[in-house]
Protein backbone atom coordinates (compact mmCIF):
# COMPACT_ATOMS: atom_id res chain seq x y z
CA UNK A 1 0.00 0.00 0.00
CA UNK A 2 1.11 3.54 -1.05
CA UNK A 3 2.15 6.10 1.73
CA UNK A 4 -0.86 7.34 0.98
CA UNK A 5 -3.19 4.75 1.41
CA UNK A 6 -1.22 3.70 4.90
CA UNK A 7 -2.25 7.62 5.79
CA UNK A 8 -6.04 7.83 4.68
CA UNK A 9 -6.26 4.24 6.47
CA UNK A 10 -4.62 5.76 9.90
CA UNK A 11 -6.96 8.92 9.42
CA UNK A 12 -10.52 6.64 9.51
CA UNK A 13 -9.41 4.10 11.82
CA UNK A 14 -8.93 7.45 13.90
CA UNK A 15 -12.76 8.00 13.43
CA UNK A 16 -15.59 7.52 16.26
CA UNK A 17 -17.49 5.93 13.46
CA UNK A 18 -14.82 3.36 12.61
CA UNK A 19 -14.41 2.76 16.17
CA UNK A 20 -17.89 1.45 16.41
CA UNK A 21 -18.07 0.15 13.53
CA UNK A 22 -14.90 -1.92 13.42
CA UNK A 23 -15.36 -4.31 16.21
CA UNK A 24 -18.05 -5.73 15.10
CA UNK A 25 -17.56 -6.39 11.39
CA UNK A 26 -13.19 -6.55 11.06
CA UNK A 27 -12.32 -9.37 13.73
CA UNK A 28 -15.49 -11.53 12.04
CA UNK A 29 -14.31 -11.33 8.99
CA UNK A 30 -10.70 -11.87 9.48
CA UNK A 31 -11.75 -15.39 11.55
CA UNK A 32 -14.02 -16.45 8.48
CA UNK A 33 -10.59 -15.81 6.41
CA UNK A 34 -8.55 -17.09 8.61
CA UNK A 35 -10.34 -20.60 8.76
CA UNK A 36 -11.25 -20.95 5.15
CA UNK A 37 -7.91 -20.36 3.93
CA UNK A 38 -6.11 -22.73 6.81
CA UNK A 39 -4.57 -19.77 8.96
CA UNK A 40 -1.99 -18.22 5.76
CA UNK A 41 -4.32 -14.92 5.39
CA UNK A 42 -6.01 -12.54 7.93
CA UNK A 43 -7.22 -9.36 5.80
CA UNK A 44 -6.28 -6.81 8.69
CA UNK A 45 -3.07 -7.78 7.98
CA UNK A 46 -2.75 -6.17 4.55
CA UNK A 47 -2.36 -3.21 6.40
CA UNK A 48 -0.72 -4.12 9.78
CA UNK A 49 0.73 -7.46 10.92
CA UNK A 50 -1.79 -9.77 12.90
CA UNK A 51 -1.94 -12.39 14.57
CA UNK A 52 -4.64 -14.88 16.26
CA UNK A 53 -4.64 -15.22 20.02
CA UNK A 54 -5.98 -18.55 21.18
CA UNK A 55 -6.70 -17.54 24.52
CA UNK A 56 -8.65 -19.00 27.37
CA UNK A 57 -11.42 -17.30 29.07
CA UNK A 58 -10.88 -15.30 32.43
CA UNK A 59 -14.37 -16.60 33.63
CA UNK A 60 -15.57 -19.21 31.09
CA UNK A 61 -12.38 -21.50 30.85
CA UNK A 62 -13.61 -21.82 27.29
CA UNK A 63 -10.97 -20.97 24.05
CA UNK A 64 -11.09 -17.71 22.92
CA UNK A 65 -9.84 -16.77 19.07
CA UNK A 66 -9.53 -13.06 18.58
CA UNK A 67 -7.56 -11.82 15.26
CA UNK A 68 -5.45 -9.22 16.86
CA UNK A 69 -3.08 -6.24 15.06
CA UNK A 70 0.50 -6.75 16.61
CA UNK A 71 3.58 -5.27 16.59
CA UNK A 72 6.46 -7.53 16.05
CA UNK A 73 9.38 -7.10 17.64
CA UNK A 74 13.13 -7.41 16.03
CA UNK A 75 14.21 -10.53 18.08
CA UNK A 76 11.51 -12.25 16.07
CA UNK A 77 10.39 -14.21 19.46
CA UNK A 78 8.26 -11.67 20.91
CA UNK A 79 5.34 -9.14 19.73
CA UNK A 80 3.14 -6.14 21.38
CA UNK A 81 -0.33 -6.60 22.00
CA UNK A 82 -2.16 -3.25 22.14
CA UNK A 83 -5.41 -3.66 24.20
CA UNK A 84 -6.84 -0.55 22.43
CA UNK A 85 -10.10 -1.75 21.11
CA UNK A 86 -10.62 0.69 19.08
CA UNK A 87 -10.45 3.89 21.09
CA UNK A 88 -13.71 2.61 23.07
CA UNK A 89 -13.94 2.89 26.40
CA UNK A 90 -13.87 -0.93 28.06
CA UNK A 91 -10.61 -3.08 27.79
CA UNK A 92 -11.19 -5.50 25.36
CA UNK A 93 -11.92 -9.37 26.29
CA UNK A 94 -9.04 -10.85 25.46
CA UNK A 95 -6.85 -8.78 27.57
CA UNK A 96 -8.36 -10.07 30.77
CA UNK A 97 -8.38 -13.57 29.09
CA UNK A 98 -4.42 -13.30 28.75
CA UNK A 99 -4.43 -11.62 32.84
CA UNK A 100 -5.93 -14.36 34.10
CA UNK A 101 -4.30 -17.09 32.10
CA UNK A 102 -1.24 -15.83 30.39
CA UNK A 103 -0.11 -19.15 28.36
CA UNK A 104 -1.41 -19.14 25.30
CA UNK A 105 -1.06 -19.98 21.05
CA UNK A 106 -0.55 -17.43 18.31
CA UNK A 107 -1.33 -18.20 14.70
CA UNK A 108 1.76 -16.42 12.72
CA UNK A 109 2.04 -16.68 9.61
CA UNK A 110 0.06 -19.94 9.52
CA UNK A 111 2.41 -20.77 12.27
CA UNK A 112 1.02 -22.03 15.63
CA UNK A 113 3.22 -20.83 18.54
CA UNK A 114 2.76 -21.15 22.29
CA UNK A 115 3.26 -18.15 23.75
CA UNK A 116 2.94 -16.30 27.36
CA UNK A 117 1.96 -13.04 27.53
CA UNK A 118 3.01 -10.24 30.03
CA UNK A 119 1.07 -7.11 31.08
CA UNK A 120 3.69 -3.94 30.53
CA UNK A 121 3.80 -1.48 33.28
CA UNK A 122 6.21 1.48 34.28
CA UNK A 123 9.14 2.33 32.42
CA UNK A 124 9.01 -0.56 29.92
CA UNK A 125 5.55 -0.31 29.37
CA UNK A 126 6.39 3.60 28.52
CA UNK A 127 9.36 2.21 25.86
CA UNK A 128 6.43 0.09 24.17
CA UNK A 129 4.10 2.81 24.27
CA UNK A 130 6.77 4.62 22.08
CA UNK A 131 7.10 1.97 19.91
CA UNK A 132 3.47 1.47 19.10
CA UNK A 133 2.77 5.04 18.68
CA UNK A 134 6.09 4.83 15.40
CA UNK A 135 4.43 2.15 14.42
CA UNK A 136 0.43 2.67 14.08
CA UNK A 137 0.23 6.44 15.39
CA UNK A 138 -3.67 6.19 15.58
CA UNK A 139 -3.39 4.65 18.80
CA UNK A 140 -2.41 8.22 20.40
CA UNK A 141 -6.35 8.72 19.16
CA UNK A 142 -7.89 6.08 20.78
CA UNK A 143 -6.01 6.53 24.07
CA UNK A 144 -6.92 10.17 23.98
CA UNK A 145 -10.43 9.55 23.59
CA UNK A 146 -10.29 7.05 26.47
CA UNK A 147 -9.41 7.66 30.45
CA UNK A 148 -8.21 3.89 31.25
CA UNK A 149 -4.61 3.36 30.34
CA UNK A 150 -4.49 0.93 27.20
CA UNK A 151 -2.87 -2.30 28.28
CA UNK A 152 -0.26 -3.46 26.01
CA UNK A 153 1.32 -7.45 26.55
CA UNK A 154 4.67 -8.70 25.51
CA UNK A 155 3.58 -12.09 24.37
CA UNK A 156 7.10 -14.45 24.00
CA UNK A 157 7.47 -17.63 22.39
CA UNK A 158 7.56 -20.45 24.84
CA UNK A 159 8.05 -24.60 24.71
CA UNK A 160 5.60 -26.84 23.83
CA UNK A 161 4.23 -28.38 27.02
Not at 18 to 45: M, N, Q, W
Not at 106 to 128: M, N
Amino acid sequence: MSGLGVRLVQKVSSTRGFARAAPHVIPALDRAVHRLTRGKVLLSAQLLPGVVLLSTGARSGLPRRTPLACMPEEDGRSWLLVGSNFGRSGHPAWTANLMARPDAEISWKGHDIPVTARLLAGQERAAAWRAVLAFWPPYATYQARVEREIRIFRIVRRRPS
